[in-house]
Every structure is written in C-alpha cells, then in structure tokens.
Nanobody
C-alpha cells in the first residue's frame, strides 16, 4: 500500500492542525495505521495507532489527551493544544494485520510509510 500524508504547516503554540493520510494500492487488506514523528536531531518516535476496525487506539503519553487518531478511508491525526516540542516531520505508516482490533507502537511492525509532512509549532 502507498501512503500520502498531508496537512502539516506552521501554527502557534496552543493551536490545532489536522493531518491526513491517504492510502492507495492494496487497500483491501487489513491494516493497522500509525503516526510517527521525527524532530530535528532526534530519533523517530511513535505518536498514535488505530486498529483496522477503528475501535482501538493507542497514544504516546506525550500526546495523550491532545491528539486524536481516527479513520474512514483516510487516516487522520487531529492535533490540539500544540506545543513547540510537537515540532517534527510526521509520518503515517501501515502494518498488515490479521486482527481487526490490533494496535502497535512498534515501528518495526509497520511495512509501508508515507513521505512525511512537516509540522512547526512556534512559541
């Protein structure tokens, strides 16, 4: 499956952005979807994951209560109360699964990655 992330931009601290991830290709398979981010000079880190069914979600502690992942034919990441430390390139990713309710924070389990969309939060 091919992934295309969009929606990044420049926002002031406290503001909101919504990222989107559109999938094409073998979309008939069951996929866990996730968002990761990589800040300058830092390693990539997990942000959020959502099961194929959409009923299960999992968040990094740093974004819990501020970010919401959801999906229909597109996967979204609603980011509220943004902080300067949220500044990063955000990547969406897909992991094939046999479990409709599975979620995972492990980047090694994701086999398809989008190109990234940049989010900058100014103080």
């Amino acid at each position: 499956v091919q992934l295309q992330a969009s929606g990044g931009g420049l926002v002031q601290a406290g503001g909101s952005l919504r990222l989107s991830c559109a999938a094409s290709g073998h979309t008939d398979s069951v996929y866990v979807m996730g968002w990761f981010r990589q800040a300058p000079g830092k390693e990539r880190e997990f942000v959020a994951s959502i099961s194929w069914s959409g009923s299960n979600t999992y968040y990094a502690d740093s974004v819990k209560g501020r970010f919401t992942i959801s999906r229909d034919s597109t996967v979204y990441l609603q980011m509220n109360s943004l902080k300067p430390e949220d500044t990063a390139v955000y990547y969406c990713a897909a992991a094939r699964s046999y479990d409709l309710y599975y979620v995972t924070e492990l980047s090694s389990e994701y086999e398809s990655w989008g190109q990234g969309t940049e989010v900058t939060v100014s103080s």
